[in-house]
Nanobody, 124 residues
Framework: ELVDSGGGSVETGGSLRLSCIVF????????VGWFRQAPGKEREFVAV????????GYADSVKGRFTISRDNAKNTVYLQMNSLRPEDTAVYYC???????????????????WGQGTQVTVSS
């Protein structure tokens, strides 16, 4: 089970940090990613991190502004979001691939579980 949190409302240029707690015994081998879905749009990839934390990937739209990290001692993955823009407004979901494949997770080809989502609203 994944529980994501940390969303809220900020102004353009503000920051938020999202958290995703992974319950169960597979966190150490899981790739974990963040995705988002804006009203009327399809869910899209934001960022992904491999099981060791050494491998990360980002959507072009968030590179240089968002940072994904993980704390394996806390079974938690974070998404630090800086320089937020109105177009970042969406419901953000974390997801996990217990097999640790960042590529298939980023493409949503294989997802073992999803968080419930947390709303991020950026006002201009």
């Amino acid at each position: 089970e994944l529980v994501d949190s940390g969303g809220g409302s900020v102004e353009t240029g503000g920051s938020l940090r999202l958290s995703c707690i992974v319950f169960g015994g597979t966190f150490s081998t899981s790739a974990v990613g963040w995705f988002r879905q804006a009203p009327g749009k399809e869910r899209e990839f934001v960022a992904v991190i491999g099981a060791s934390g050494l491998s990360t990937g980002y959507a072009d739209s968030v590179k240089g502004r968002f940072t994904i990290s993980r704390d394996n001692a806390k079974n938690t993955v974070y998404l630090q979001m800086n320089s937020l823009r109105p177009e970042d407004t969406a419901v953000y979901y974390c997801a996990a691939d217990e097999g640790g494949d960042t590529n298939t997770l980023a493409l949503m080809i294989w997802v073992d579980s999803w968080g419930q989502g947390t709303q991020v609203t950026v006002s201009s």
